[in-house]
């Protein structure tokens, strides 16, 4: 595998980690509770799905929807960037079933943990951390050069 220097584009990525931090610490001093997306999901979710208010919920739904309006804004300062599937649908699928259930078994996703919790120096964040990246690594490995 070859990088592509002359692609490397080190100011808007270190611009979107800047706006990922001041997003991540304005919602823990705000709310008290890390911005993991997984936790973010949950609990509006199993508002509505229960039936009781979202009323408490609306700083999560406003956060979300600060994410699905995120490549909207994107739009208006350059194209975005052309999105390639490599695999089928069932990949995916399945893909996504992997994802949810390491979220529930680590308790948290990948920006609760690497994001959040590594920030605060938070022992299980890291483990999870080394854990879903050490996953990440041998699937790519196994999918990539051996199978």
């Known amino acids: 595998m070859m990088i592509a220097w002359d692609r490397f584009t080190p100011w808007s990525a270190l611009v979107g980690g800047l706006l990922i931090g001041l997003a991540s610490a304005l919602f823990i001093l705000g709310n008290g509770r890390v911005a993991g997306i997984a936790g973010i999901v949950a609990s509006p979710l199993r508002a509505l799905l229960s039936g009781s208010s979202l009323r408490p919920e609306r700083t999560r739904l406003l956060f979300l929807a600060g994410l699905f309006m995120a490549p ?42 690497g994001v959040c919790g590594l920030s605060r120096l938070s022992p299980r964040s890291m483990a999870n951390v080394l854990a879903f990246m050490g996953a990440g690594f041998v699937t790519v490995f196994l999918l990539r050069h051996v199978i």
């Open 72 to 113: 909207w804004v994107w739009r208006l300062f350059a194209p975005l960037p052309a999105a390639r599937v490599d695999v089928g649908p069932w990949a995916l699928v399945a893909a996504g079933l992997f994802v949810g259930v390491g979220v529930r078994m680590g308790n948290g996703c990948t920006s609760g943990h």
